[in-house]
């Protein structure tokens, strides 16, 4: 299940860096990438869910790295800004996410 979970972070970072360079969606190979990212990024993470991982978990998981890759790949290679309270919220927001893995009961 992890492995889909991963897969559909990758698909999802990957849809939404194309998303950037689809111009509004007036270029066709980053739009199609679009289309085709989410649409993995959506699959891997219902195969995940199908395979018992929990969908608080899951979805935090994949909400806290798909922004924190997309923030850092902004930075560091689209030439996006990142201040210091930026990065402190992005621990804050996977270290709440590992809080709620980590907090969670498990068999």
Excluded: C, D, N
């Amino acid at each position: 299940m992890w492995f889909w979970l991963l897969g559909a972070i990758l698909a999802e970072v990957t849809g939404t860096i194309a998303l950037r360079f689809s111009e509004g969606f007036s270029r066709l190979a980053p739009s199609i990438l679009v289309v085709v990212g989410y649409g993995v990024a959506f699959v891997a993470l219902s195969k995940a869910l199908v395979r018992g991982m929990p969908v608080g978990v899951a979805y935090g998981i994949w909400a806290a790295l798909g922004v924190t890759l997309v923030a850092l790949i902004g930075a560091i290679f689209l030439g996006e800004s990142l201040t210091w309270i930026q990065i402190g919220g992005l621990g804050l927001v996977v270290g709440g996410v590992l809080a709620v893995e980590l907090g969670g009961s498990h068999a």
